[in-house]
Each structure stands twice: as C-alpha cells, then as structure tokens.
C-alpha cells in the first residue's frame, strides 16, 4: 500500500475532476528520458506505418484495404472474400482473448505506447501545444490573461494546425476503407462523393474535439479498455508501480539531513512524476484508472534519484505483489501460462492465414436429377459447382476423378475462373457401368489450378439398385 497516512480521496473522484465536478485542465510537463525516447521511436514508427501504407501496392492493389461497405478485404497483397469469414472470426475471438490474458499479465502497456490515442496526443498535439505556448507553466500563463494579439494568433495558429492535422489522419484512415486514389479523387473534386466527403469533414470535426478538448478524458471516461482494467488487474500484474517500501515516508530533501537516521524515505516528494503525467494523477496513490502506464514518471523519477545518487526504480515496471513481499521481478507459473497461451493463439491466426487457399471449389450433385444413361455401359450424374478465385489473375481450373476410372465432362467449353470472381457451372461425372456396383457410390474429385491440385472434394454418385 501507498503511504498509509496519505489522504485516500482520490479514490473517490477523477484526478482530472475538482470536488465539484468541474474539469481541471491538464498541462503535462514534455518527458525526458531512456523509456520516453523509446516511446518516440515506437510512435514514428507507427505514424510512418499508419501514412505510408496506403501508398503501398501489390499487383496495382494496396496492401491493406478492409472495404467493409464492399465487402473486400485485402491484408499484404491478399484478397479475402466473405467464405474467409471464419478466419476473421477467429481472429476477433483471438483478439478478445490476447487483451484479456496481455492485461492481466502486463497491464495497459497498449494504452501508453500504442493506442491511436495516447500516440497522436502525446507526439503530435501535445508537441504542437509545446512548439507555440511553451512550457505548461507559459500555457497557463496563455490561458489565465486577457485577449491580446499574442494570445489570439498562438491560440488560432494551434487549433488551425490541430484541424489540418485531424483532416490528414480521417483521410489516412479512410485510406484503409476506400483506398488512397479515391481519397485523393475525393479531395480533388469533393463533389464526386459529396455524402462521403461530409462524413470525412464530420469525422475530422469529432477527432478535432477529442485531441483539443477531450483528450485524457477518453481514457478515464469513455474508453471500455480503461474500464476494463479494474476488473483484469490482480497483484501479480506488471505495472507501472511506486515502490512505497522504499519511498516512504516521503519528504523534501534538506541540506546535510542524515534521511536514513530520520526514518525518511528516497521520495523527496518533488512532483515531477505529477507534472509529466498526461493524466493528471499522483502514481505514488497506487494502481489508478486513469493511468495508461505511458513510463513518463518512471523517466522523470529515475532523472531526481539520478541527481540524489540513489539507486534508480522507485517507480517501475513492477507487480504489487512483488514490492508488498520486497522481492525482485519474478514470472509466476501463471503469467508463464498466460504467455504461453498467447504465442499458440497468435501461431494458430497466423496459420489460418497462411493456409487459407487461393480458390475455393463448391461442388454439389444437381438436386431432383437421377443417373443418366447417355451411352451403352455408361452411367452419368450431373453436378453443379461454384469456384471462388480469391487471386489477381485468371486460373485455368480442371476436374478430375480421382480414385475410380472414369470421365468429368464440362458442359459448355473449358474455362478460366476470372480473377477475383466466381465462376459457376455444370459438369456430368461418367463412369463404366461396370464400376457402379450399388444405387450411391461415393467418388472424390480433383480440383487443379494451373496443373496443380488445389482441393479434394469427396461426393455421392447415384446408380441403378
């Protein structure tokens, strides 16, 4: 537990929030540190990510395109049709359960370093607000004093950059849905798809209200995964954690003060792991709701105990449990489980997706139809079939009978399945009488791409008693 003589009110109410419910606006100190430039590579990174690959194509298709309005899907170069329905299925459920079990065994890591949220916040408009006000102390400054010329072109100038800003992330995500040569037709002439081009407006509008008035508030009050944290938590999580044991109790560091004789602990109650929490809260109270585990107090703690020449990690990465019991980081055979549990779920979505097959083949024996007899010796039955190229170019299908000696005659000509289409028929399965020794006969057909074997399909063929 955090300092036992603290005040517990902050359990009570949001740390954004004052006693009276009114919004007490958070001006986070900029982080600096090892795990802050870490966060930095991590959020290029994934910005570089998020606004190069529309550009990317495979074969004159983006690599990424998930049209749920067109029901296309392409992940790499891919085409997934709604037969793969299955795998993205499965692959939700895999999901769900991935940020069940990486909660509870790593807590909000995705929060701090990942989400959308805290990456466009932090590394792009907070570094905005940082660039025209200054530090959080001139932004108060900014805020408190009356309308000047000063105050008028900085507050203009960011919320100007803020809206240019959310414009290019709508379009880069509608990138993903529409693809990157409508969105730049759709700019060019807007009235192409007049309703689609207010609905990119309308949405830029909200991601505009979110990052320059929302913002922790999303975390805190609207988004379920924060909610969620409560309920996934245990002692055994790794969080980002205060280690009381060794701070407390807390106190301001005084010249020539002996803190170890004085029963003082290594916390000298400074702040700077309050000024640079984008949240607001004090980690020092404990495990908290509102805290996304972003390691900007870990940073600016390691930078006071640095300068005291104490031991770095009072606040870390680290488990309640673990610092309750005074004991190094360890991996219970639960998290070793939980972990386990993760790299099979993630081989199996994996190997969905490498196995899936390029073309799908549906054959069924044509209802209400019996045999045939179109020749002495000679028994038929008609099939209808359906083919699914999922692929971006034309394949030249083939059937044939696998483990009996007989025949497969397409009505109409020869054919190549189309790329990204379906192609359906018919065909007439004929065999020596000879072979048809009762009234249902099970046969297995060979369907071929390009000369090569692509799937089995076992079927009933229908004879005479």
Sequence with gaps: MPNQNFDNTYRDQLATLNKKGKRQWVYAKQPKGKLYNYRNFVSYFLLTILLVTPFIKVNGDPLILLNVIERKFILFGVHFWPQDFHIFLFSMITLFVFIVLFTVSYGRIWCGWACPQTVFLEFIFRRIEYLIEGTPQEQRKLKTQSMNFEKFWKKTTKHVLFYIICLILSSALLSYV????????????????????????????????????LREQVCAMICPYGRLQGVLLDSNTIVVAYDYKRGEERAPLEAGEDREADNKGDCIDCYD?????????????????????????????????????????????????????????????????????????????????????????????????????????????????????????????????????????????????????????????????????????????????????????????????
């Design 178 to 213: 529409r693809g990157v040569d409508f969105v730049l037709n759709l700019w060019e002439t807007p009235s192409s798809s007049s309703i689609l081009f207010i609905a990119l407006l309308f949405f830029s509008t909200v991601m505009y209200f979110v990052f320059s008035r």
């Design 273 to 465: 792991c309050v000024d640079v929490c984008p949240t607001g809260i004090d980690v020092r109270d404990g495990t908290q709701l509102e805290c996304i585990n972003c390691t900007a107090c870990i940073d600016a703690c390691n930078s006071v105990m640095a300068w005291q020449g104490k031991p770095k990690g009072l606040i870390r990465f680290d488990s309640d449990k673990n610092i309750a019991e005074g004991i190094k980081k360890k991996w219970p055979a639960r998290k070793v489980a939980y972990t386990s549990v993760l790299i099979i779920l993630l081989g199996v979505v994996v190997g969905l997706f490498v196995s899936r097959s390029d073309l799908e083949a549906i054959i069924l024996r044509t209802p209400g139809l019996m045999y045939q007899e179109p020749a002495e010796g000679i028994i038929s039955n008609m099939y209808s079939f359906k083919i699914v190229n999922k692929t971006t170019e034309d394949l030249p299908v083939q059937f044939k009978i696998l483990d009996k000696e007989g025949e497969i005659q397409i009505i109409g000509k020869t054919f190549n399945a189309a790329a990204s289409s379906i192609h359906e028929g018919t065909f007439f399965a004929k065999f020596p009488k000879a072979y048809i020794l009762t009234d249902k006969t099970q046969i297995q057909i060979g369907v071929y791409a390009k000369e090569r074997l692509i799937e089995k399909v076992n079927l009933t063929f229908v004879g005479p008693n």
